[in-house]
């Protein structure tokens, strides 16, 4: 049913148009960390976001907001529900393709969270072009899911992000929400005619 409910989220007309704009943010943000443009970095570090979740929460919340101030979606749980999954999808693919363009260090030992290189043996092998027995093709997509990604870390840094873009969201809303009620009270005011 949780399943289900993100799907719905993901499906809200502009999620991953946000979720995109919010990955490219955060990897725009490590590059600028990395190699401290204009004093980013040090203003980074100063404020203790230099850790990748917690930059990545930032971009998550920043995307939220965005999400919230950009779309018109009726009901605070479909608008805080979409920008959280916004916030995920920024969250996740940022640090996926910071890792795979070395700007954010996968440790040593460890696997990626998505290892870009391994996604087309692993979608061919579900597909069945790689191995021509049911047996072996099954064999080798259980030896190729875990190369290509880290479930675990995956979740993780879905959760989390998805929590900063849903925080936004849900400030975003309230911002919005309080301009609608605002506009609302304001065109049922009576007009008088002057004569």
């Known amino acids: ?71 018109r979606v009726s009901g605070h749980t479909v608008a805080t529900g979409s920008g959280a999954a916004a916030g995920g999808v920024s969250g996740t693919l940022g640090l996926a393709l910071s890792q795979t363009l070395g700007i954010t260090p996968v440790a040593a030992g460890a696997t990626p969270i998505i290892n870009f290189a391994m996604l087309p043996a692993l979608v061919a092998s579900l597909m069945g072009y790689v191995e021509p027995t049911a047996a072996s093709a099954a064999a080798h997509t259980a030896a190729a899911a875990p190369a290509a990604f880290d479930t675990t870390a995956l979740a993780q840094v879905f959760t989390m992000t998805a929590a900063g873009g849903g925080a936004g969201a849900f400030v975003g809303r309230l911002f919005t929400g309080h301009q609608t009620r605002r506009a609302t009270r304001k065109s049922q005011r009576p007009h008088h005619a002057h004569s």
């Open 1 to 71: 049913m949780l399943r289900a409910q993100w799907l719905g989220y993901l499906m809200q007309p502009g999620v991953i148009m946000a979720g995109l704009i919010g990955t490219f943010m955060q990897v725009a943000l490590g590059v600028a960390n990395n190699f401290n443009i204009a004093g980013l970095g040090d203003l980074i570090t100063h404020y203790g976001l230099s850790a990748h979740l917690a930059s990545g929460g930032l971009v998550a919340a920043l995307t939220g907001l965005f999400y919230s101030l950009t779309e």
